[in-house]
């Protein structure tokens, strides 16, 4: 299974907001890893208030808000190359 990978970090409603949506939009189709950003030094200086961000094989699909046509998109084309 694929993995979204969503920049976060603790106390950030934006963020909790954004998981609160995505989860159920991709259950099944993809694996959410969540990476608080407070934890690594790079990813603070990269993102610092610039969260959440939501990446694929390194490509931003979103920031800031959920974009669902974006995410709806990539699970449709999950869902066309996994196997019935």
């Known amino acids: 299974m694929r993995t979204?990978?969503?920049?976060s970090r603790q106390g950030c409603h934006l963020?909790?907001?954004l998981l609160e949506a995505l989860v159920p939009m991709v259950r099944g189709t993809?694996?959410?890893e969540v990476l608080d950003i407070d934890t690594r030094p790079e990813w603070r200086?990269?993102?610092g208030t610039r969260i959440p961000v939501v990446?694929?094989?390194g490509r931003t699909i979103c920031k800031y808000h959920l974009d669902?046509?974006?995410?709806a998109e990539l699970v449709e084309k999950a869902g066309?190359?996994?196997t019935d």
């Open 4 to 7: 979204l990978k969503v920049y």
């Open 15 to 17: 963020c909790e907001v």
């Open 30 to 32: 993809f694996e959410i």
């Open 45 to 47: 200086d990269r993102y």
């Open 55 to 57: 990446e694929m094989d």
């Open 68 to 71: 669902r046509k974006a995410i």
């Open 80 to 82: 066309d190359t996994g």
